[in-house]
């Protein structure tokens, strides 16, 4: 299975955020799947990558051609014209998502991923691994957005929040595709 991991390219005050992300790469590798990422050296993103590769696992990097020279070790690199572009190849090329903590980049991805997501364009999984509780002011806003009508309560199963790497390959192994319901929840304007 191809598990696209959305993680940060800054450094991380708090070594922890590391230790989760090697943590995942290795049990990507071990549990026989591939990575698919965003094809960057730095940050989470290439703590993820190099601990795939470290334990005999396959890495498909994808990366805009702006930042080329970032790529180190994937297994394949593919080379596209913009992030936008990444983000579509990296969505296609997938069977499940797995959003580690990140800045703007990520929240981007999550947020792609969900509103595709919603429109059936997939139904593949989102876990959002919520490393040091990094996600939880997020949780706060999508359940805010249900609660107060934005998010139709149908939709709250478009992502699944976990604590652990083992966790979120557990839910993704385990995983049983479904569509969203036809209609979307928008309320008619009168």
């Given at each position: 299975m191809n598990i696209c991991a959305f993680a940060g390219s800054a450094n991380p005050n708090d070594k922890r955020y590391v230790e989760v992300a090697r943590d995942s790469g290795t049990q990507i590798a071990r549990r026989d799947h591939n990575l698919v990422y965003g094809?960057?050296?730095?940050?989470?993103?290439?703590?993820?990558?190099?601990?795939?590769?470290?334990a005999g696992g396959y890495v498909i990097g994808i990366i805009p051609e702006m930042f080329k020279y970032l790529a180190e070790g994937e297994n394949e690199l593919i080379i596209v014209s913009d992030f936008n572009q990444?983000?579509?190849?990296?969505?296609?090329?997938?069977?499940?998502?797995?959003?580690?903590?990140?800045?703007?980049?990520c929240l981007y991805e999550?947020?792609?991923?969900?509103?595709?997501?919603?429109v059936n364009n997939h139904t593949k999984p989102l876990i959002l691994l919520n490393t040091l509780g990094f996600y939880n002011n997020l949780r706060s806003q999508l359940e805010r957005a249900i609660t107060d009508g934005f998010i139709p309560e149908e939709n709250r199963g478009m992502w699944y929040m976990t604590e652990t790497p083992s966790q979120a390959l557990d839910y993704i192994e385990q995983y049983k595709p479904s569509k969203m319901p036809d209609k979307i929840g928008f309320a008619q304007n009168s």
């Open positions: 094809g960057s050296r730095l940050g989470l993103m290439g703590v993820i990558s190099k601990a795939v590769k470290d990444r983000l579509r190849e990296m969505e296609s090329r997938s069977d499940a998502f797995i959003a580690l903590p990140g800045g703007i980049g999550i947020f792609d991923v969900l509103q595709n997501r919603q």
